[in-house]
């Protein structure tokens, strides 16, 4: 049976480092802040990924995006046991910025929607709800 797990944590206290302790033609990375792995030799180990060519490892902050890679990669890729979404609290920030001019309270229940959207992605993929 599969989890969806949620590592939370302050920067810098080795959420994303340990990722090392993966294995990675088990793992995919889902790399929301599009920033280099603090993984020595990362890149030998996670490619970019492309539907067509595989790899394990997409840089996207859109929500719609990450839901659609969650469902490709958990129907077509079975050797993939984890999916990882490192940095996830930039989709709700990235949004935020991106609308930050934008008055009223309908851009935090968007964000907050997207956020709860990817997180039930994961859970629907695992089984957990429908």
């Known amino acids: 049976m599969s989890e ?3 590592i939370i944590g302050p920067p810098g206290s ?3 480092t340990s990722l090392r302790t ?4 088990e793992t995919f990375i889902i ?3 599009n920033k280099a792995l ?4 990362y890149k030998k180990n996670y490619r970019p990924w492309t539907p ?3 790899g394990n490892m997409v840089n996207t902050s859109s929500a719609a995006n990450i839901i659609k890679i969650i469902h490709h990669i958990a129907t077509t890729r079975p050797e993939i046991k984890q999916i990882i979404v490192d940095d996830s609290n930039y989709i709700m920030a990235f949004t935020n ?3 930050a ?3 009223g309270f309908t851009k935090f229940v968007d964000m907050a929607k997207e956020f709860f959207d990817v997180v039930t992605a994961g859970l629907t993929t695992l089984g957990v709800c429908s």
């Open 101 to 103: 001019k934008e008055t």
């Open 14 to 16: 080795g959420k994303s």
């Open 4 to 6: 969806l797990i949620a």
């Open 31 to 33: 790399n929301v802040a």
């Open 22 to 25: 993966l294995n990675p033609t």
């Open 97 to 99: 910025m991106a609308r």
């Open 52 to 54: 067509k060519e595989g």
């Open 38 to 41: 603090p993984i020595k030799g």
